[in-house]
């Protein structure tokens, strides 16, 4: 079992802090391979975002962060699928993505996502903690290529 001391549910009041992550996220992974200006640095924002996870939203109730005093991640998990997840920069390759996935899996029995078919580190992260790659591809918003990732087996860790 995994040390889940500082995952929990996230709140209204984590909105903010939730939408930084993500758009930091978006940009520095994504924006370089798609170079949407108009997307990355117009549409995509902090507080439109961040409204996405208000008080009694469906994307609030599916979302847990890592918070040791400080949110450093979160993960949006419904119906067994990893719908999000994402760690602030600077505090990746220190295994909050790993606690926040293990959570995801044992306490939702989390075992599908879909990752962007560029994003090796992504992949390459998912693979280390038993998922693999399936096959399928889907094309999102029209321009986002898709690959879904299964996990077969539980690892110990």
Sequence with gaps: MMNSEYIRHAEASDASRIAEIFVTNYRVN?????????????????????AGYAQGSEALA??????????KGFVRVKDREVE???????????????????FAAESFGADRLWVLEYNRRGIDFYRRHGFELTG??????????????????????
């Design 84 to 102: 999000k997840l994402f760690v602030e920069p600077q505090f990746q390759s220190g295994g909050i993505g790993a606690r926040l996935l293990e």
């Design 30 to 50: 994504f924006y370089p391979f798609f170079h949407n200006d108009e997307f990355y640095f117009g549409e995509l924002n902090v507080m439109d975002t961040a």
């Design 62 to 71: 599916h979302t847990f962060v890592y918070d040791d005093g400080v949110v």
């Design 136 to 157: 399928k591809k889907i094309i999102e918003d029209e321009w986002v290529p898709l690959l879904e990732m299964k996990r077969n087996k539980a690892k110990e860790y």
